[in-house]
């Protein structure tokens, strides 16, 4: 995705050095099979220079997503990025912001959440990233076909589009966690902004976009970031920028 990615370089050049702070909230590669495959792909050699440059200039944090959860201490430290868990609680002008990457508020896919419970273990990740390179890489691109083919399912059909999507009962329930009211989370690919409520529980939600400059076929390009400042919280279309 050439045109992608280069909206991106060009954001950690122009639109991101202007902020005190960026938030990446996952999923920056489609697939990640250990820091170790960095030095083979010059794409994701292109995509550290680009991050580290920007941490040198604001503060830069990053949350695993559900496609590249395995970026480890040796890529953070090397992109001078801050690790964040998932979820995150952060003071943004004086507010109280929970962030997520959000594949873990889809609790009406059951099926989804018992195969991310058990790649998440510890000791699973151990034993995939002792595997030769090329095995796992093999994995990757079959579990992201895979997705690709549950996502065109998703755009098909209403039912499918709400099995994928957060349930109102884990928002409501990370917010709880967390003494919170405002939500952010991407995964979906759905950006809006929400103001919901549940058995007395009031919150807003903003979901993050996708990006793709790369496939006019499947809809209107997207590139999006959401901006907070004095002047409130409001999404900055980087199609137009």
């Known amino acids: 995705m050439p045109l992608t990615a280069q909206r991106f370089f060009d954001f950690c050049e ?20 250990g820091d170790d495959a960095a030095a083979h792909s010059p794409f994701q050699q292109e995509v550290q220079r680009a991050i580290a440059n920007l941490s040198t200039k604001v503060k830069t944090y990053y949350l695993h997503g559900n496609r590249d959860f395995l970026i480890g201490h040796s890529f953070i430290k090397k992109t001078g ?9 952060v003071e943004i ?21 018992i195969f991310r419970g058990w790649v998440r273990k510890s000791w699973i ?6 595997l030769p390179l090329n095995w796992r890489r093999g994995i990757a691109q079959h579990l ?14 209403s039912a499918h589009r709400l099995k994928m999507d957060v349930t109102q009962q884990a928002c409501a329930a990370v917010l709880r966690d967390h003494s919170g009211n405002l939500l952010i989370h991407g995964h979906t690919h759905m950006p809006a902004h929400h103001e919901e ?5 009031q919150w807003q939600r903003w979901v993050l976009s996708d990006w793709d400059l790369d496939h006019p076929e499947s809809g209107r390009p997207r590139a999006s970031a959401l901006l907070i ?13």
């Open 14 to 33: 122009k639109e991101a050095p202007k902020v005190e702070a960026v938030f990446i909230l996952g999923d920056l590669f489609e697939y990640w099979v």
């Open 81 to 89: 990025m801050t690790l964040l868990p998932d979820p995150t609680t």
């Open 93 to 113: 002008d004086s507010k109280k912001w929970v962030l997520a990457h959000g594949d873990a508020l889809c609790t009406a896919d059951v099926g989804y959440q």
């Open 125 to 130: 990740q151990k034993i995939f990233l002792s």
């Open 144 to 157: 992201r076909s895979n997705s690709h083919t549950q996502y065109q399912q998703t755009q098909a059909s």
């Open 197 to 201: 409520s549940m058995d007395g529980q």
């Open 229 to 241: 400042d004095d002047a409130g919280t409001r999404y900055i279309d980087l199609i137009k920028n």
